[in-house]
């Protein structure tokens, strides 16, 4: 929670200024025992987002230097370059900058992850043809990439009242950063998202989709070793997932080997884009999207 002077500092205005948005319902906030206004970091990032603001001090709420980002105004081709560069060299804060400022400076988390973190990983997926240290830096990267993703989801809205989905990466596929970016493109449109990561087999999924009852459910397919299997196992839950009255949003780099036929509350998708497009849809009163 920030302090009325924390945030004014961050964003470079007086703290009468923030404490009049506040009384006027422009951010929202709560107020502690002794009436002292609070504002949650979420709010101050929506607030940042729709007002188009710049954050001239991030340290003021706990960000990293973002600063730097928001002045290159960089196309996605450049940031995917620069983040190419401090994932395989490990810088953690910097990649949260960089991904944060795009976010803050109005980019939907969709067009962050299809844009500068899909250049920066397809690049880090030409090293292991190198040897053995091109599959280290694959790892690192991940690591580097995920710890940004993380921090980047503590700006996105709290769940409140949200639709519920539910969603993973099935049994054999290690790929995790997939999974999480579609746990973030969900929150970033006001869902509720369970991720249960890579190597979930279906089958717990499933039970999960009996308890939960998600109206969204994402598998991200990023190994297909044996599509045949998988198709069937995909198949049979987007037939679970229907009868419980939700849809099955199938998607990943290997996700066309499955050949899944058009179906009622089967949809594929190809890009954090059409994940949010498809779960815009869902938010909108019955009869928005077509099955
Ligand atoms: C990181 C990585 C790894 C890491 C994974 C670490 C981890 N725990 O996650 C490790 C080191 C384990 C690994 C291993 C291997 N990898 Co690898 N890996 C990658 C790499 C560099 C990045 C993948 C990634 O995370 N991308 C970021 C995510 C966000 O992007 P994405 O997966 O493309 O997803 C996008 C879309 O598919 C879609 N999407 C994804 N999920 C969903 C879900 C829904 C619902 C929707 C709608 C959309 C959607 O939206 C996303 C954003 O646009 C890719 C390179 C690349 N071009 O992708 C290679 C890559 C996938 N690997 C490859 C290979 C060859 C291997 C290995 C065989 C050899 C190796 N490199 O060590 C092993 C095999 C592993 C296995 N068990 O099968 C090849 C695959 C080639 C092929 N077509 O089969 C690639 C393409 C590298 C290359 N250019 O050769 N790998």
Redesign the pocket.
Known sequence: MLTTRQLADAIGVSESSVKRWIDDGRIGAIRTAGGHRRVRVEEAARYVREAGMAIERPESLGLPDLAAHARRKATDGEAGEMLYDYLTTGLAAEATGLLMARFLAGASVAQV??GP??QA??K??????SGPN??LL??R??EV??RALVRLRALLRPPGEGLVSV?G?PA????????M??AAVLEDEGFRATNLG?ETPLGTLGLSVEKLRPRLV??????A?DATGLRREVLGLADRVRALGGIL???????DRLLLPRKQAL?????????RA?AHGLKLPAGGTGG
């Open positions: 992850v299809d973190l899909v990983m397809t880090v997926g030409e090293l292991w043809r091109g599959i694959e790892h990267a991940t990439a995920l969603g990466a054999g596929d290690p790929y995790v950063l997939a999974s970016s579609a890579p994402w598998i991200s397919v990023s190994v070793n949003v199938v998607g990943g780099a290997q996700v949809y594929v998708g190809g890009s954090m884009a059409e994940l498809i």
